[in-house]
């Protein structure tokens, strides 16, 4: 097994692993069905958590698994401290080192490493653009020279910004360089209130360098790059434009909306971070979607949730959501079999893939159904199809004015009592209001998340590896 190379000096400065290495000794397949079944107490926490630590492993590979790669945002209440499932995934896609250029000097000594970098990366960006692109049929020593500019470029570059396959979402762009990476796909991760700032922003702004980002391919010429980003918000800056905005990107945005407060169990993650690293370093074949499913009854009740609340949003997002959805299956199979390697029985590693691709499929598919807090994609009977738009707007006022009677709606909102009855009806059993008396009220976020995860409509996965719950 390959180690990172951190760990791998200490483990042969003597011969024998330090008492702290001895995790490496356990099996991967073993750590990858611990954190699964064990991360938490909390059925809900341990669904959340394997969903997060798939689509972070997907990242990983990037195109090179499947064309369109998921984005992945943890969502919870506002004034909650840092997300701890975001605190945990966070290390598996993200090295601090790879990304700040650790080693890069301050520019005023021009004796250092950073300070020749800094000449570097736009004099041989001339010299290689002064080349033009180069045809197959070039003569041998202009490719020679070009490949030279590239390499001492890249090599400056990394001195200066790291060179990983994940960056801190603020840095990820250069005024002059555009994207910073050479690689066809990247990580955006929103580590901190700033990244997550700038992230919003962006985003309501229909920013271009995040939805149509552009960087220097590995001939230096500019070229359209894929970029998927990881992190969590709160609810506070979720807000309905941003969730809607999200869904007009036509892209695979998994949110995963939660309420855990609790740390994750540790045990597992380190020797899971040792697994991040040699995954990343694999060539697995490239994985095209599947034209059906599993055939399985628990699978296919899911599949019809999504498609309930697919229907009502835009059939941009239905074709980039079923996409996913008909790729996970390959891509948990895929993770497994490199946790796996060739000493697990084969019935050991389809339950241990078949825990994951549930969890997976589970959190992905409750996700979803967390747009309806504003109104996306909430799933209304023929008859209330036309007051989609009201039902959003109750919502709204219930939020900011508090309760309010089922006559005031009527009032307010100009319906009929049929009709008032009706939505009422629908945003009840969506959980997003609830009836007190003759009082309507709005329930909360938490509430909401906590009776999505309970609601019959979406069973929980029952473990086959190791009978764990």
């Known amino acids: 097994m390959t180690t990172p190379p951190e760990y791998l000096a200490a483990a042969l400065s003597n011969g024998t692993p330090p008492d702290y290495l001895e995790f490496l000794n356990r099996p991967m397949h073993e750590a990858l069905g611990g954190f699964i079944h064990d991360c938490s107490p909390d059925p809900t926490t341990r669904t959340v958590a394997a969903t997060a630590l798939t689509m972070s492993l997907w990242q990983l590979q990037g195109t090179a698994l499947t064309p369109h790669v998921p984005s992945l945002l943890l969502i919870r209440p506002r004034g909650a401290g840092p997300d701890p499932i975001d605190e945990s995934i966070r290390p598996l896609v993200y090295d601090d080192d790879d990304d700040t250029g650790a080693h890069a000097a301050p520019e005023k000594d021009k004796y250092t490493q950073g300070y020749m970098a800094t000449r570097s990366m736009p004099f041989y960006l001339r010299q290689r653009r002064a080349l033009g692109r180069l045809s197959p049929n070039a003569d041998s020593l202009t490719q020679s020279e070009a490949k030279l500019c590239e390499k001492h470029y890249w090599r400056a570059q990394a001195t200066l910004h790291g060179n990983g396959l994940s960056r801190c979402y603020r840095r990820a762009w250069h005024p002059d360089h555009g994207l910073l990476t050479s690689r066809s796909h990247l ?23 995040l939805l149509q980002p552009v960087g220097y391919g590995p001939d230096l010429f500019p070229a359209q790059k894929k970029v998927s980003f990881s992190g969590a918000l709160s609810t506070a800056l979720w807000t309905k434009k941003l969730a ?17 407060d609790d740390p994750l169990d540790g045990k597992h993650l380190k020797l899971l971070k040792c697994f991040a690293f040699t995954w990343r370093a694999e ?14 009854p628990w699978i296919r009740g899911y599949h019809n949730a999504l498609r ?22 390959k891509v948990c199979g895929t993770i497994v079999t490199s946790a796996c390697r060739r000493n697990v029985a084969s019935d050991e590693s389809v339950a241990l893939c078949n825990d994951l691709y549930r969890h997976t499929l589970r959190g992905v598919v409750i996700g979803m159904a967390g747009y309806s807090w504003h109104g ?12 989609r738009v009201k039902a959003s707007r109750i919502l709204g006022k219930l939020r900011s004015a508090g309760p309010l009677s089922k006559t005031d709606l009527l009032k307010n909102f100009h319906l009929k009592k049929l009709e008032r009855d009706m939505l009422l009806h629908r945003l009840t059993e969506s959980h997003l209001v609830r009836v007190d008396g003759r009082q309507v009220v709005a329930t909360t976020h938490r509430e909401f998340v906590e009776c999505l995860y309970a609601d019959a409509e979406f069973p929980p996965v029952q473990n086959q590896w190791g009978k764990a719950v």
């Open 187 to 209: 990580i955006l991760r929103l580590n901190d209130d700033a990244d997550r700032s700038d992230f919003c922003g962006d985003f309501l702004a229909s920013s271009p360098r």
């Open 244 to 260: 809607g905005m999200m869904l007009a990107t036509a892209k695979p945005i998994i949110v995963l909306p939660h309420t855990t």
């Open 283 to 296: 060539h697995p074949l490239p994985i095209h979607a599947s034209l059906q499913l599993p055939s399985d």
């Open 308 to 329: 309930k609340r697919l229907a009502v949003m835009p059939v941009e997002v239905e074709f980039a959501m079923l996409h996913t959805i008909h790729s996970l299956w």
């Open 376 to 387: 996306l994609g909430l799933p209304l009977d023929p008859v209330c199809e036309p007051l």
